[in-house]
């Protein structure tokens, strides 16, 4: 079973601009988080879809924002960059309901992002 | 690679030594605990879970040990090798499987 992607792995942008991350779960897997990491800042939360809807919330501005996709692929943009955007971009899949199933989420590899 | 925090606790242990990483949590009412290895330039890997129903678990090379009265886990790794060095995060799941909360991290060096 292929493990969660993420596209791009690296992305050099300037203040200002947007910029659109993807990631693709676990084949079967229908809730996709993100977080945002940075030294010192650990793993921080920044949402989570389930089946198309956004169910969870962490506590970052309104210029990030995600959506998920009938197939369960999911994007998070990021608009109006800023410095402090810069970050390594984690986007994790699991199953995401109260099964038996373990509730265990698998990271991708990270978007390495630069903001200039 | 990059490091994925500079300020993070440091365990430093011999090659072939066990290692002991600690995490305490926060929610009483969590209900699945899981650890997770984080090398430099990779997202985190599950190493190994248990359930609040459990108070020890063996995988291998590995074992988690949950205590609920003073919500403290640990992560015992036997022998430890070069490989192992990385951050170690762990995660508090509640029993819908939707709220994750992620520690801190600890960072593990293995020295030969």
């Known amino acids: 079973k292929a493990g969660v992607t993420q596209t791009p792995r690296y992305l050099i942008k300037t203040r200002g601009q947007q910029v659109t991350l993807s990631c693709s779960p676990i084949s079967g897997h229908r809730s996709v988080s993100w977080y945002q990491q940075t030294p010192g800042q650990g793993l921080q939360f920044l949402f989570e879809?389930?089946?198309?809807?956004?169910?969870n919330k962490g506590n970052f501005p309104g210029r990030f924002s995600g959506r998920q996709f009938s197939n369960s692929r999911s994007e998070m943009n990021v608009s109006t960059l800023e410095l402090g955007d810069s970050a390594l971009y984690l986007c994790a899949s699991s199953f995401g309901t109260s099964s038996s199933a373990a509730p265990t989420q698998y990271f991708g590899p990270g978007t390495r992002l630069l903001v200039l | 690679g990059e490091s994925v925090g500079l300020h993070l606790p440091t365990l430093s242990v011999q090659e072939g030594d066990n290692s002991i990483i600690n995490c305490a949590y926060s929610n009483s009412a969590s209900d699945y605990f899981i650890w997770y290895k984080q090398e430099s330039g990779k997202g985190p890997q599950f190493i190994i879970d248990?359930?609040?129903?459990?108070d020890k678990r063996q995988g291998q090379r590995v074992t988690v040990l949950l205590n609920k009265t003073v919500k403290h886990l640990s992560l015992q790794i036997a022998a430890t090798q070069p490989g192992d060095s990385a951050v170690y995060f762990c995660?508090?799941?509640?029993?819908?499987?939707?709220?994750?909360?992620f520690g801190p991290g600890t960072r593990l060096s293995v020295l030969p």
């Open positions: 248990i359930r609040s129903n459990m």
């Open positions: 995660a508090e799941i509640d029993n819908y499987g939707q709220n994750f909360v």
């Open positions: 879809y389930f089946s198309e809807t956004q169910r």
